[in-house]
T-cell receptor, first 113, second 112 residues
Framework: GAGVSQSPSNKVTEKGKDVELRCDPISGHTALYWYRQSLGQGLEFLIYFQGNSAPDKSGLPSDRFSAERTGGSVSTLTIQRTQQEDSAVYLC???????????FGPGTRLTVL | DQQVKQNSPSLSVQEGRISILNCDYTNSMFDYFLWYKKYPAEGPTFLISISSIKDKNEDGRFTVFLNKSAKHLSLHIVPSQPGDSAVYFCAASALGNNDMRFGAGTRLTVKP
């Protein structure tokens, strides 16, 4: 079956521009997560959606970051007025209600010039 | 506040020998632990997990050990193969809570 997909795979943008990153979770998975991995760093939790509950936004680093999950499926992570320190690989994962194991997409590599 | 720590950023072992990757956690509410493997340019893939009711879980060449009193877990790979070369992430969560915390990862290199 189809896994988690993310688009684009690579994004190069200029400082100050807005970017949108997309995640398609595994069908039927109720939980969706966004992480980022900066160069040489581990996975940094950003935001978590579970069903129709209010998202856990505790990991978002600033108010320039926001995320939506429409219809309980596709999610979009938006970064406004990008900065060079936003350069990282942004990973999306999903999991089912039956267990905490998360399944990751391939990530989007964001480069802010 | 890093609740899951992998203190060794890298590990190098010879093919055929044992690889031992370590992970420590601070949150006593964690009761489910996972190891993920990540190749370059790919997302992490689930490798093996263990719940707090066990102290060992084995799957082929991979074994995870959990020491709850020490808040420590380890992943053993034996025998190590060159294809095991990757970054390994330790992760922890509390059952019933899908919020998972990851360590910084350990880069394993298995030399032929």
């Amino acid at each position: 079956g189809a896994g988690v997909s993310q688009s684009p795979s690579n994004k190069v943008t200029e400082k100050g521009k807005d970017v949108e990153l997309r995640c398609d979770p595994i069908s039927g998975h109720t939980a969706l997560y966004w992480y980022r991995q900066s160069l040489g760093q581990g996975l940094e939790f950003l935001i978590y959606f579970q069903g129709n509950s209010a998202p856990d936004k505790s990991g978002l680093p600033s108010d320039r970051f926001s995320a939506e999950r429409t219809g309980g499926s596709v999610s979009t992570l938006t970064i406004q007025r990008t900065q060079q320190e936003d350069s990282a690989v942004y990973l999306c994962a999903s999991s089912s209600q039956r267990g905490p194991t998360q399944y990751f997409g391939p990530g989007t590599r964001l480069t802010v010039l | 506040d890093q609740q899951v720590k992998q203190n060794s950023p890298s590990l190098s072992v010879q093919e055929g020998r044992i690889s031992i990757l370590n992970c420590d956690y601070t949150n006593s509410m964690f009761d489910y632990f996972l190891w993920y493997k990540k190749y370059p340019a790919e997302g992490p893939t689930f490798l093996i997990s263990i719940s707090s009711i066990k102290d060992k879980n084995e799957d082929g060449r991979f074994t995870v050990f959990l020491n709850k009193s020490a808040k420590h877990l380890s992943l053993h790979i034996v025998p190590s193969q060159p294809g095991d070369s990757a970054v390994y992430f330790c992760a922890a969560s509390a059952l019933g809570n899908n919020d998972m915390r990851f360590g910084a990862g350990t880069r394993l290199t298995v030399k032929p």
